[in-house]
Structure formats: structure tokens, C-alpha cells
Antibody, heavy 127, light 113 residues
């Protein structure tokens, strides 16, 4: 049974960098797409970006300038960095797996649904 | 971005009755290569991550009770719970994966009447 677990600081100061790691257990990180998704308290879900196990990435344009996702296949982990955070970045951050992708000439590569999720970690941006 | 709009925002249904949640996309999300709609449904209970229920609009995830079903095509989709159980109280989200970024509906809160 695949399990995902987020880890990282729960409190980050404004203008600093939010850093989280997702550890995948019970299965290999290879051959799947790994995403970060966030949910502000009491609100809906926002996709942040994904990384394929070989290192290719795609980010939400709304966050692209501030986000970096990386992967360490030797540790079965992938990570998220969000620069220059503000209070608006306060949210529960989830890591999740997308089991596949679709491809088209017009839309390029698009990941599919999310079948495994971590429990989530609350990150609060506050001084 | 493709905008996903769910209705209603909240819903109260009696135990054993049918619950129906709607989701509308701002453009067609039919993937022509496999003639399937790029839509998933999730259930989220308080303090828990979303749980995948349905993908490709109507394929039930392994282990999901058969009282959950998905239907629809193009831009209009429905999640139906045929006989509401107490454990189905949750917020339900639809998600499109036709375009990037993948986007979610705002959620529908389902309660017991």
C-alpha cells in the first residue's frame, strides 16, 4: 500500500522560503507523477505543480515564479520550495500521486487524477 | 484555466435517500483520444485528505462502495450517492484534468437531514 508523508516546518516568516518534503513508502517513486496541492483553512484545493520521477516539472502559472519542485529517487522523496511567502500562502499542503498522463498536440502533457494523498501538513506564514 | 463550478454549495439528505451533486466545466473536458471525460470526484472528511472516488467521470476507484456513481459528458457531470449512509457526510470536490493546471470545484458540503 503506497503511503505519502509530508514533513517540514509548520511556521514560516513572511518573505522567507517554505520548504516541504514528501516521503513515499510502500512503492517506488518511479514511473509516476508527483504533485503538491494546497488548501487554505476552510477553503478549496489548489494544485501547485508536479514532478515526474525523471525530473521534468510543470507548475501552476499562478505560482510558477515562486515555486520549485525537485525529486530524490534514491530516497523516494520529492520536495517543494515556495519563495517570498505571505499570509496568503498559509494552507494545508498535501503531496499526491497522479498515476498517469494524457498527451495532445494542443495541450501537451496533462497529468490525470490523484489516487494517493499524504495526510497534509499545515504551514502558517506569520512573524 | 478551466473553471469548475459545483452545485449546490451544500446539501442535506435523509439517511437512505439519494444525494446528487453537480459539476459544470467552463469548456468540454472530453479527451478525444480515448473518448473519456477527464473528470474525477473526491470525498474529504474533516481533518483528512481528499479521497479519490471516481475518475474518467464514471470509473469507480477500487474499494469505493457501489452506492457512489459518476455520470455526465462534455461539460456537465453528476456524482450520485444512491442511498446515503452516515459515513458519507463530507465535502465533495470535482476535478478536471483535461487542461493544465488541473482545477477543482469549490466543493459541496453534504449533511444528514
Amino acid at each position: 500500500q503506497v503511503q505519502l508523508q509530508e514533513s517540514g516546518p509548520g511556521l514560516v516568516k513572511p518573505s522567507e522560503t517554505l520548504s516541504l518534503t514528501c516521503t513515499v513508502s510502500g512503492g517506488s517513486i518511479s514511473n509516476y507523477f508527483w504533485s503538491w496541492i494546497r488548501q487554505p483553512p476552510g477553503k478549496g484545493l489548489e494544485w501547485i505543480g508536479y514532478i515526474y520521477y525523471i525530473g521534468s516539472t510543470n507548475y501552476n502559472p499562478s505560482l510558477k515564479s515562486r515555486v520549485t519542485i525537485s525529486v530524490d529517487t534514491s530516497k523516494n522523496q520529492f520536495s517543494l520550495k515556495v519563495n517570498s511567502v505571505t499570509a496568503a500562502d498559509t494552507a494545508v499542503y498535501y503531496c499526491a500521486r497522479a498515476p498517469g498522463m494524457t498527451r495532445s498536440m494542443v495541450r501537451g502533457v496533462t497529468i490525470t487524477h490523484f489516487d494517493y494523498w499524504g495526510q497534509g501538513t499545515l504551514v502558517t506564514v506569520s512573524s | 484555466d478551466i473553471v469548475m463550478t459545483q452545485s449546490p454549495d451544500s446539501l442535506a439528505v435523509s439517511l437512505g435517500e439519494r444525494a446528487t451533486i453537480n459539476c459544470k466545466s467552463s469548456q468540454s473536458i472530453l479527451y478525444n483520444s480515448n473518448n473519456k471525460n477527464s473528470l474525477a470526484w473526491y470525498q474529504q472528511k474533516p481533518g483528512q485528505p481528499p479521497k479519490l472516488l471516481i475518475y474518467w467521470a464514471s470509473t469507480r476507484e477500487s474499494g469505493v462502495p457501489d452506492r457512489f456513481s459518476g455520470s455526465g459528458s462534455g461539460t456537465d457531470f453528476t456524482l450520485t450517492i444512491s442511498s446515503l449512509q452516515a459515513e458519507d457526510v463530507a465535502v465533495y470536490y470535482c476535478q478536471q484534468y483535461y487542461g493544465t493546471p488541473p482545477t477543482f470545484g469549490q466543493g459541496t458540503k453534504l449533511e444528514i437531514k
